[in-house]
């Protein structure tokens, strides 16, 4: 099978011509008519990019047929510009506008393909750099209320659990796919959280099943980071704040050799002591640390071929990783204050490594992904699994490599019309497989007294997905469908074992109106799909769940206004989920998951940009979310007790009724390109309940951002405060009653520096 890939794509490069014959030139200028030097220009969708000379000007190689440039430069507002390149054309004109005037052009890759955001027709929130930087995201969980109907927390392990339209992870398959630089990290077992040298966040809100398959039922957080070019670059960023907080990065991003090979290393370390103190021994109890790093060789075989190869590993330490207390009562009444006996160092490492292949032709776009993950991940001693100052129950898996390491290999083939194609009808087809190992041998001890389980999953699976899109006039058509097939086993050790097979259809039809060229009305169906799977109960019994299925109703209304100013976005939606996997507490804290109901969310969704004057910017977003089960019935225990639940009628889990972020950010430059900015933030998160019973629940609460700072010559310096209320309030809880409490106040400073060469 590899020799045949390999013969594969060396007759595609064989057959391949240079395509990108024809010249094009341009120059760029700024609103007083002076030339703009050192602008970035980039063709969407092809491997083609260079950097404006002393003069403006720039020169590119493309075959004939439209393209969309997207072009940068500091102090500059972002641009897209659609151009035509034809025998003997004119030189292009480009103007760009200062950012403090207009709001950036952001570009997507919702379909697989690089897109204006304002064009997609997707419910879709996008997050640039620059706003990556304002809002100082450090962790994906950070996105929270910036993304309307978004709500993400952890109970301090760093695995984030993510909700949005009160689509969830019931169960320990998410219901939100996460993707970085287009690898899907497959479960939460090889999921890097960690935020750093992002170019952009991708949040498409509402089933992906036909493009992205399994997991993608809620949305989909997709996340670009900045990749190597011509345009080689530098920066360095330090910051330090209460709490022990420290976190250090630098990157580099290269040409080896111009114009063919290219080069990036960004990484980071960070570390806190934490916000709570264990009063067994009155130690900080969740101190941390970890070392990320991000990698990219890029070769540009010639202008129609490419091939990138990327590694990530994210090295996490934590001792103390889950800082819960058993009740409400007590996790208010003596914030960040527990105890617990059993004292760990989680060990906590994840490994990424992918290599794409990418052909954009005229004929054809051709695109290979290959990745690999792997998550090594364990206690160095028991760990505390009563969470209190008795020494009752601890849970022990640390019995060598060959246990609690998960590995996942994936391979996707996509096939695209061409880039610079005018034909009405545009197309994306593909193919995808997975195949995935998790061994887990772990044990809870009771008094000391116990034995492990020791279990084998061998998951595999493939898929073949097609959508297009054809223009009528100011219509778009959309239509898609993606087949899943998945096998899974799982074994308990010369015990039992049980295996299960399924396939699951996921179509999407909608259209999109466009009433001029900075509006447009789009209405959609899709169906959502979240794999199902085998659960083991504390009896050693196997038991099997089934898939999840949603149909899902949208419509969504998007507008640029006030020459490029203003943009505002709408969408209403309308989600029913059936077969919903249902996590059932069993004894000695085993959860197995089961069909149990039907689920209904409804809601609306608005965002707001704005540069109403000079230097003054805003972003507004709220969402609205009303979920609720209509069926929700099923068999359990309480105190040793069998019992029938019927919860018709309870909410959701991490589904805030409301969350909204108000960013208000004034920025004033002087003469000397001096840029003085503050900044401050309102967050609103509505009342939402952890756990199906509905006993859980945190009431709606408020919390406020600031940062402010000056910026000059690549260089900036800022002061931030974080919950500067100090208010305390659930983030994140257990259906077994474990609070875990979101951060108090924290306050730092940052400092960054980035240069060109």
Do not use: C
């Not at 019931?170 to 899907?184: E, H, K, L, M």
């Not at 939460?188 to 509402?206: K, S, W």
């Not at 004292?343 to 992918?354: G, K, M, P, R």
């Not at 998160?685 to 951002?705: E, P, R």
Request: net charge negative; hydrophobic share 35%.
């Amino acid at each position: 099978m590899k020799t045949m890939k390999i013969k594969f794509l060396l007759v595609l490069l064989l057959v391949s011509n240079m395509v990108f014959a024809q010249s094009i030139t341009g120059i760029i200028f700024s609103n007083d008519q002076k030339p703009v030097v050192g602008a970035f220009v980039r063709v969407l969708n092809t491997n083609q990019n260079t950097l404006s000379d002393s003069e403006g000007k720039f020169s590119l190689s493309l075959s004939n047929g439209k393209y969309t440039l997207a072009i940068s430069a500091i102090g500059f507002a972002e641009s897209n510009q659609l151009v035509t390149v034809q025998d003997n054309a004119e030189p292009v004109r480009i103007t760009l506008t200062e950012s403090v005037y207009q709001l950036d052009d952001v570009i997507v890759t919702a379909e697989k393909e690089e897109t204006d955001v304002q064009k997609v027709p997707y419910s879709i929130s996008a997050i640039s750099s620059k706003k990556v930087n304002d809002y100082r995201l450090w962790n994906i969980k950070d996105i929270t209320a910036i993304v309307p109907t978004l709500y993400s927390a952890n109970p301090g392990d760093n695995r984030n659990v993510t909700s949005i339209r009160g689509i969830t992870s019931t169960s320990y398959d998410p219901a939100v796919a996460t993707y970085v630089d287009g690898v899907n990290q497959f479960s939460l077992d090889t999921y890097i959280a960690q935020l750093f040298d992002v170019e952009r966040i991708e949040v498409l809100r509402g089933p992906q099943g036909t493009l992205y398959g399994r997991n993608a039922m809620g949305g989909v957080i997709n996340i670009i980071t900045k990749q190597p070019t011509n345009h080689g670059n530098a920066f360095a960023e330090l910051s330090a704040g209460t709490h022990g907080q420290q976190r250090y990065a630098l990157g580099v991003r290269t040409p080896l050799v111009k114009n063919k090979l290219f080069f990036s290393a960004s990484g980071i370390f960070d570390k806190t002591d934490g916000f709570y103190t264990n009063t067994y021994n009155d130690s900080d109890f969740d101190k941390r640390k970890s070392l990320t790093g991000n990698y990219f060789m890029t070769w540009m075989i010639n202008p129609a071929w490419s091939a990138t190869w990327n590694v990530k590993h994210s090295n996490n330490r934590n001792d103390g990783s889950f800082p819960l207390v058993i009740s409400t009562e007590e996790a208010f009444n003596n914030p960040f204050k527990l105890e617990q006996d059993a004292i760990t160092e989680l060990v906590d490492d994840v490994f990424n490594a992918s290599m794409k292949i990418n052909h954009s032709g005229e004929r054809i776009t051709f695109t290979s992904l290959t990745t690999y993950q792997s998550n090594y991940r364990y206690y160095r001693d028991p760990i505390d699994a009563d969470f209190s100052g008795f020494p009752f129950m601890t849970i022990v898996n640390n019995y060598g490599r060959d246990w609690n390491n998960v590995k996942v290999a994936t391979q996707e083939f996509k096939l695209a019309s061409p880039v610079a194609s005018s034909s009405p009808l545009k197309w994306t087809a593909g193919v995808y497989s997975f195949a995935q190992q998790a061994p887990v041998k772990q044990g809870y001890f009771v008094m000391g007294q116990g034995e492990p389980d020791v279990t084998e999953s061998d998951n595999v699976g493939a898929a073949v997905y097609g959508q297009i899109t054809y223009t009528v006039g100011k219509f778009d058509v959309i239509g898609g469908l993606r087949y899943d097939y998945e096998e899974r086993e799982m074994n308990i050790v010369d015990t039992q074992k049980k295996s299960t097979s399924y396939g699951a259809l996921s179509p999407k039809v909608g259209a999109t109106f466009h009433v001029n060229d900075n509006s447009q009305l789009y209405a959609a169906y899709t169906r959502g799909f979240r794999t199902g799977g085998i659960s083991l109960s504390s009896e050693d019994v196997l038991f099997e769940f089934n898939p999840e299925y949603s149909n899902n109703f949208e419509l969504s209304f998007k507008n640029l206004l006030f020459d490029h100013k203003v943009t505002f976005n709408a969408a209403a939606f309308y989600v029913i989920v059936n077969d919903i996997q249902v996590p059932t507490l069993m004894q000695e804290g085993y959860t197995v998951t089961r069909n149990a109901g039907k689920l209904t969310s409804k809601g609306l969704e608005f965002e707001v940009n704005a540069t109403p004057v000079k230097g003054l910017q805003i972003d507004y977003n709220v969402g609205l979310t009303d979920a609720t089960y209509n069926d929700l019935k099923f068999a359990g225990k309480m105190e040793d007790t069998d019992v029938v639940f019927d919860w018709d009628g309870h909410r959701q889990v991490f589904t805030p009724n409301v969350t909204s972020m108000l960013a208000v950010q004034y920025n004033y430059v002087d003469t000397e390109d001096v840029r003085l900015f503050v900044r401050a933030e309102w967050v609103t998160i509505g009342k939402q309940y952890f756990d199906l019973g509905n006993q859980i629940k945190q009431s709606s609460y408020h919390l406020a951002n600031a940062r402010i700072g000056v910026a000059f010559n690549g260089f900036e310096a800022s002061l931030w405060g974080r919950n500067i209320g100090d208010k305390h309030y659930i983030s994140y809880a257990y259906d077994f009653g474990g609070i875990h409490l979101g951060n108090p106040a924290n306050y730092g400073i940052t400092v960054k520096k980035s240069f060109s060469f």
